[in-house]
């Protein structure tokens, strides 16, 4: 089985869209007086909502039927689903909590996007560093789902795309503000916040070409629940947990809700 050219270049596209998404989150940060918390809230409880029902009713049902008749294809699912969380699970622990944009910060500091003059300090530069290599390795699997899941239709892949780029904007705020810190610039924090979900794309070319030569349909599936342990494990370790800690947890549910909602409807 193979892909067309145009179901490529969508996913290419789309890996783009998504990637590049962190410029609203710095945009949000660096050029708005106060950070509306409440909208945020809201748009990460959707953004898990899609990505935990796009993974259990859309990737995992696929690949069972990609799987039918091949020895042990129940369990390939299994081990892809959860090697998937093991995956993100690893990427999120080889990065120092410090340095981690999906260790959640505070409505407070969103706010504290004023720079204080002491922008040669050599820890904060430090800081904006890792905080943008730490986003790009996050923003490379995630190009590799959302190049996976053009693989299937496109309507697959716009919701897997439109899920990873709204969890994208928070993760620009995070990346925006020690940029803003380390170099005094609102102009350089922004480019460089957009500019580090370029991995996005990135992860979708390398998924192209590495992949695509050896595509059947039991690789397709192993892909597919990759995905999908992915996306649930960062909707229940990053999404969830972020939108709780702003103290909106009603927000977040209903986001949760409208994002499957908006699926099922969807899809």
Request: hydrophobic fraction near 55%; aromatic fraction near 8%; glycine fraction near 10%.
């Amino acid at each position: 089985m193979e892909p067309s050219q145009q179901d490529l270049i969508l996913g290419l596209l789309l890996s783009l869209f998504a990637g590049l998404s962190t410029g609203i989150g710095a945009a949000v940060a660096l050029f708005l007086k106060r950070t509306d918390t409440k909208v945020l809230t809201y748009a990460l409880g959707a953004s898990a909502g899609v990505m935990v029902y796009i993974s259990f009713m859309e990737l995992m049902p696929q690949a069972s039927h990609f799987l039918q008749g091949s020895t042990g294809g129940k369990w390939i699912s299994i081990a892809a689903f959860f090697g998937g969380m093991l995956l993100a699970g690893i990427i999120d622990r080889l990065i120092p909590e410090d340095e981690n944009p999906h260790e959640a910060h505070s409505a407070g500091d969103l706010d504290q996007a004023t720079p204080t003059g002491e922008f040669s300090s050599s820890g904060v530069r430090r800081s904006a560093f890792l905080f943008a290599i730490a986003i790009a390795i996050h923003n490379f699997p995630e190009g590799i789902a959302t190049m996976a899941s053009a693989f299937d239709t496109p309507g697959t892949a716009l919701s897997v795309a439109l899920a990873v780029g709204i969890h994208n904007i928070p993760e620009g705020v995070a990346v925006a503000l020690p940029l803003l810190y380390g170099t005094g610039s609102r102009k350089r924090a922004f480019l460089g916040a957009t500019l580090s979900g370029v991995a996005e794309p990135v992860g979708a070319l390398v998924a192209m070409l590495v992949l695509l030569p050896f595509l059947t349909p039991v690789l397709l599936a192993t892909l597919f629940c990759i995905v999908a342990g992915i996306m649930v494990y960062i909707a229940f370790d990053e999404l969830l947990p972020m939108a709780e800690r702003w103290g909106h947890h009603h927000l977040s549910i209903y986001g949760v809700i409208s994002g499957m909602l908006l699926m099922a409807l969807i899809l």
